[in-house]
């Protein structure tokens, strides 16, 4: 048996075909075109899901049906994304856009769950019964399984724990909202903090690592900086670990998971991300003194976790 998951997101659509081990058998990515008619968004993925089988050696005959997981409030019972921030959907009948125009039944998740999943059937969370995930991009994506099971809440909107404030009336959020963990410990809210600092100090090795330009900068740049022995590169990565530890106590000592685990492209930077944010979570949670005490480790899917996980939906 093969299943297809497709991970939507606001940069690339990620598709694959995993196999009955949950091994990826067969990967494409494509730009996500957006924003754009509800007709032109399953287009898109309409054409990564056939190039992606296709790429397998497979057909949608060969398939039991087509996961996705998309950012936002997604109606798993409707297949309606109901709001998409970061992708300017509302009320997107994706399931039966995608039933109607390649006859193959749909099934859809918001794709921090998708991705948490991923992670609990063949990831960093296989074995816990209660694990979350957190995934850290352009926004922050986070997936909560709870007994086994993902926990989307009444409305399907639950366990958006980047949308909690950290920072009472701090920096706007795309959703609206003002001092968002989002708008701080994304990529986007690390990239933004660089800049600020940059701006403050002209003569950071900051500048020379984005090639004196201000649009240069990326998540990697600070840890960068850092690494030289820079000063305003350390202040950043300081402040970033600080604000991203204020939302992991919270995510524990909300849900007190047996194990948390942290993908994306930050968490690539290993031990000096991992060590200093471990050792802030440790002093900050409520459950410090308990025997028993949340693992925290980087997620071990990658980018792929979303691409399973949505794969795995409807198993």
């Avoid at 399931?95 to 991705?115: G, Y």
């Avoid at 350390?234 to 919270?250: H, P, Q, R, T």
């Avoid at 685990?261 to 000096?272: A, L, M, T, Y």
Wanted: proline share 2%.
């Amino acid at each position: 048996m093969y299943y297809l998951g497709i991970d939507l997101g606001g940069t690339n659509i990620a598709a694959g075909v995993v196999d009955e081990s949950y091994r990826l058998v067969a990967k494409t990515s494509r730009k996500t075109h957006v924003p754009c008619s509800d007709g032109e968004i399953c287009e898109q993925l309409a054409q990564a899901a056939t190039e992606t089988l296709k790429k397998a050696g497979l057909t949608l005959d060969d398939i039991p049906y087509i996961g996705i997981g998309s950012p936002g409030a997604v109606n798993r019972d409707s297949g309606v994304i109901e709001y998409a921030n970061n992708l300017h959907f509302k009320n997107l009948p994706l399931r039966k856009l995608m039933e109607d125009r390649l006859h193959k039944k749909t099934v859809l998740e918001n794709d921090a769950n998708a991705a948490a999943y991923g992670e609990y059937k063949a990831g960093a969370l296989r074995g816990a019964k209660d694990a979350v995930a957190i995934t850290i991009g352009t926004g922050i994506g986070s997936g909560i399984i709870v007994d086994g099971k993902i926990l989307a809440g009444f409305n399907f909107a639950g366990g958006e724990m980047g949308h909690m404030v950290i920072r009472e009336g701090g920096r706007m959020c795309t959703c609206e909202r003002a001092g968002c963990w989002e708008a701080y410990a994304s990529a986007t809210g690390l990239i933004r903090t660089t800049r600020e600092m940059m701006e403050k100090n002209r003569d950071s090795a900051l500048w020379t690592l984005a090639n004196g330009k201000l649009e240069n900068v990326d998540g990697r740049t600070a840890f960068q900086a850092m690494r030289q022995g820079d000063a305003a590169g350390k202040a950043v990565v300081d402040e970033y670990i600080s604000d991203l530890a204020c939302g992991l106590v919270n995510c524990i000592n909300i849900f007190q998971p047996e194990i948390l685990c942290i993908g994306g492209g930050v968490s690539n930077e290993g031990d000096p991300l991992m060590i200093p944010l471990k050792e802030r979570v440790a002093k900050e949670i409520y459950s410090k003194y308990c025997s028993r005490q949340t693992v925290i480790c980087r997620a071990q899917l990658g980018n792929d976790a979303g691409i399973v996980g949505a794969a795995l939906l409807g198993e």
